[in-house]
């Protein structure tokens, strides 16, 4: 693991909340995500998610929790992690700082570095886990035990709540928030961020969310009499399979707006390229515009604000070279547009194919509809002080999520829940989920201040 310390003296040195603890402070957060993002924590045979738990408990009992206010709670082949700080106030309900330990899988064969092996080269962090999401986890960590060792003292309590499934099933981030449900508010450290202009590097703006679209996949089948190879016919498994998808890969789901969304992508439009910026523009003003469409659809940045997409992401067929396949099975992920049921959308999808050979089932786990939080003003003036004390100026304002996040689960029983990741990268540069995922090492010194004067703010 290298380590540039003189760099992050300096960034510290440069950022304006609280840089002399910050110093040492980025130093720690730093070391506590190399060290999870070591931990391949990945559902299956072999998931170490509950020792990601054990690393964090463990740098939250140095930071004063007593050993009984930090339990980690298996279930199936993960765990998750419950650290509660005690308020001065029995009668205010606690807020909740929401995140997860899992990752999404990672073949080191693909890779340029290790996936599980963290390295930090010319001042970026590169790892599994790096912007998705143990720095943000071991930044959050790494506040609360700076506000407990300075003396703060909260007047409601914090529960710190980390998931082990959300990339998956989501089963203990259901559990969590059955657990949860009397909170006021859960702020959750996976999502939100800030975005660097791709030119300058310089923060752009900054969103926090408060609504997301509803994860759903789909599982396309077509079985097949099959047959050998050698003897061809019209009908094929596979081809049929590829025609559904190939439909589903050109069609496009009517674009929409919504309060939230349309708020965000005016604001948007300010910090993007021309053409970009136009399109946007031009979709709050008219969303059947089919020139803005077009070009907002194509932008991997945009496409996911403008409404419902489905796209293929597994695909099986066949079952020995030398024979006609007799099942073929595709899944299909879509990220469903707040106010369409999933049932809506698979029908949809049916017509789209238009091939009765062509199965579409509901294959869904871990995922509910919910509606958007409320727009606080509480929450938006602590997440506007608390950034502008680190990037001041930078544009802040709501948007809403394209992917799914254990946000849903707590505002499924009713607790407001709100993204607020302070990381910030450069759209060309954002790799979770993807190879080679890293995060600039900038990040951790403003982050750490960010997050002691939010979570500082709201619970008081």
């Not at 996936?115 to 943000?136: C, H, Q, W, Y």
Request: proline fraction near 7%.
């Amino acid at each position: 693991m290298q380590r540039t310390w003189a760099l992050i003296a300096l960034l510290a040195a440069g950022t304006r909340a609280h840089a002399a603890p910050a110093a040492d402070g980025a130093g720690q957060a730093i070391a506590l995500a190399e060290k999870a993002i070591a931990i391949r924590s990945v559902a299956g045979p072999g998931n170490r998610t509950a020792e990601v738990a054990a690393l964090f408990k463990a740098a939250l009992t140095a930071g004063g929790w007593a050993d009984g206010d930090v339990t980690i709670t298996p279930l199936g082949d993960t765990a998750y992690l419950v650290a509660r700080w005690k308020g001065s106030n029995p009668k205010l309900k606690p807020i909740v700082i929401s995140g997860h330990m899992d990752v999404v899988e990672a073949d080191p064969k693909d890779w340029a570095r290790d996936p599980f092996t963290p390295v930090i080269e010319n001042g970026v962090l590169f790892g599994r886990g790096a912007s998705d999401m143990k720095s943000d986890a071991a930044l959050a960590v790494t506040a609360l035990v700076e506000l407990r060792r300075g003396g703060f003292r909260p007047a409601r309590d914090i529960v710190l709540a980390f998931s082990g499934d959300e990339e998956t099933a989501m089963k203990t981030s259901e559990a969590l928030a059955a657990q949860l449900k009397g909170a006021e508010l859960v702020l959750n450290v996976d999502g939100g961020g800030g975005v660097l202009d791709e030119k300058t590097g310089k923060p752009a703006y900054f969103t926090w969310t408060a609504a997301e679209k509803t994860y759903a996949d789909f599982e396309l089948s077509v079985t097949n009499p099959g047959g050998h190879s050698s003897q061809p016919r019209t009908v094929n498994a596979i081809t049929q399979l590829a025609t559904a998808l190939t439909k589903i890969g050109a069609y496009r789901f009517k674009p929409e707006l919504n309060d939230i969304t349309r708020l965000s992508l005016a604001n948007a439009a300010k910090y993007e390229e021309p053409e970009v910026a136009a399109a946007l523009r031009a979709f709050v003003a008219d969303p059947t515009d089919a020139r803005a469409i077009g070009t907002l659809a194509a932008n991997p940045a945009t496409v996911g604000s403008i409404g419902t997409t489905c796209v293929a992401t597994m695909l099986h067929g066949g079952h020995a070279l030398n024979a006609l396949p007799q099942r073929a099975t595709a899944n299909v992920n879509c990220r469903i547009f707040p106010g369409h049921p999933v049932e809506e959308i698979r029908q949809e999808l049916v017509r789209v194919i238009g091939d009765p050979a062509v199965t579409v089932k509901d294959v869904s786990e871990g995922s509910v509809a919910t509606p958007a939080s409320p727009l606080h003003p509480d929450v938006k003036a602590a997440v506007e002080t608390s950034i502008h004390a680190v990037y001041p100026g930078v544009a802040v304002f709501p948007a809403q999520a394209s992917g799914a996040s254990d946000s849903m689960w707590y505002r499924s029983v009713g607790v407001p829940s709100y993204s607020i990741s302070p990381l910030f990268t450069k759209p060309s540069e954002d790799f979770a989920h993807g190879l080679n995922e890293r995060l600039p090492v900038a990040n951790f010194p403003a982050g750490l201040a960010y997050y002691r004067s939010l979570f500082s703010a709201l619970a008081k």
